[in-house]
């Protein structure tokens, strides 16, 4: 018997979609994945998510997710999608070599930030490294910090952090920024930015947090240490789509592509929501918005579909 929705994903956005199924008595089964819980349970100190006056973990805060949508009778699989098919209804979905199959799907895969993979990186993630400015900025009020990267995004989150930081330092590998021209010329003429060129981080330095980044001179090869408290590595995301390519409408950069103004992607039946769809906000409260929708959405298509 084909489950009644299957949500693929446990970020906010899919644990929001399986609290609005559940409670629309669609007995949602979720495949959680490995990374259970999506970028937040990457993040220490959340304090923008509002009901949460005195801020709260981001694991602790997924944890309630997850909880919440458990009450309503979502069923979980702690495990990874390894393939599907949507060519047809139902829809496969293959953990593994255990197939699950439903006329509806919601994908909330998310998306992950691109690491630089240097030493001192993973150790100190959420102890003073961040990919997030909107999200950790406000930790760093009077403090020297580092942007790496040379695009928009990184432009946009080292202006954004001058509203805290004492200083912003972005550390660039070549000699002008791929940023468009408007945005690069905001950053360079900002007084509390300072641009390193032609540099690239070759480690983070800090035992408990952030202590200053060793940087490399790509022409000179000579290296200096950056002190700085901060580090938010801005060189870009990745949707979690790679399983999906060939099945469903993605983008050039390989988010899914949704109707405007709705969750609905290019297969009737299958929704998405949250960070594997939106590269603009990428925020908690706006994946699990969207997650909503989705609920929403794939039961309304199931009502004229079906009738139930």
Known sequence: MPEKVLIIGSGPAGLTAAIYAARADLSPVMIEGFERGGQLMLTTDVENYPGFPDGIMGPELMEQFRKQAERFGTRIISSNVSNVDFSQRPFKVWVDDDRYESDTVIISTGASARWLGIPGEEK?????????????????????????????????????????????????????????????????????????????????????????????????????VLDVEGVFVAIGHTPNTSVFVDHIELDAAGYIETTPGGTATSVPGVFAGGDVVDSVYRQAITAAGMGCQAAIDAERWREAQHGM
């Not at 993630?125 to 900025?137: E, L, Q």
């Not at 930081?165 to 000699?175: E, G, L, P, Q």
């Not at 930015?193 to 947090?209: F, K, Q």
């Open 124 to 224: 100190l993630r959420g102890f003073g490294v961040s990919a997030c400015a909107t999200c950790d900025g406000f930790f760093f009020r009077d403090r020297a910090i580092a942007v790496v990267g040379g695009g928009d995004s990184a432009m946009e989150e080292a202006i954004f952090l001058t509203k805290f930081a004492s200083k912003v330092t972005i550390i660039h590998r070549r000699d002008e920024f791929r940023a468009s021209k408007i945005m690069a010329r905001r950053a360079i003429d900002h007084p509390k930015i300072e641009v390193l060129w032609d540099s690239v981080p070759e480690e983070i330095l800090g035992e408990d947090g952030v202590t200053g980044v060793r940087v490399r001179n790509v022409k000179t090869d000579v290296e200096s």
